[in-house]
């Protein structure tokens, strides 16, 4: 793919999201925010005790924050669990397609570090993901 298709890509999945919204009763729930720039993130999950049977996200922030968030549910959706917990920066900076620059690299990893967070019960100032 060219750059240009990754980039619309990334603003098709802006402008149309995957998997946005709550999930009520969840399995796994967490929020975050970023607070250079704003962006929130929360992903509800459900699961079998095995894999992931449901995904949500919601939240609000900018085009890299959206999209790379809609574009995780879609990478997770019916994974089990243990290749979640495995997803590192480097398969969602792939997924993305783009170049993201180092000022940007909190927005695109704000759904990662959620899904880590709420997966492991992590606290929100634990920024390892």
């Given amino acids: 793919m060219t750059d240009s298709l990754y980039r619309e890509t990334i603003l098709d999945h ?12 969840a399995d796994y729930s967490y929020e975050d925010v970023n607070p250079l720039c ?8 459900r699961s079998d005790g095995e894999r992931v049977t ?5 939240g609000r922030g900018c085009a890299i924050s959206q999209a790379a968030a809609s574009m995780l549910m879609e990478m997770v959706e019916g994974l089990p669990l ?3 917990k495995a997803i590192g920066r480097e398969d969602l900076l792939e997924e993305l397609g783009v170049p993201i620059s180092p000022a940007r690299m909190k ?12 997966l492991y019960g992590a606290s929100p100032a634990d920024d390892a993901f």
């Avoid at 704003?38 to 999950?45: K, L, Q, S, V």
């Avoid at 449901?54 to 919601?58: L, V």
Wanted: a positive charge; aromatic letters at 2%; proline letters at 5%.
């Fill in 107 to 118: 927005c695109a990893m704000l759904g990662l570090k959620v899904l880590k967070a709420g």
């Fill in 54 to 58: 449901e995904i949500r996200f919601s």
């Fill in 14 to 25: 802006n402008r149309n999201p995957r998997n946005k919204g709550t999930l009520e009763p």
């Fill in 38 to 45: 704003g962006d929130e993130i929360r992903i509800d999950m």
């Fill in 82 to 84: 243990n290749e979640v």
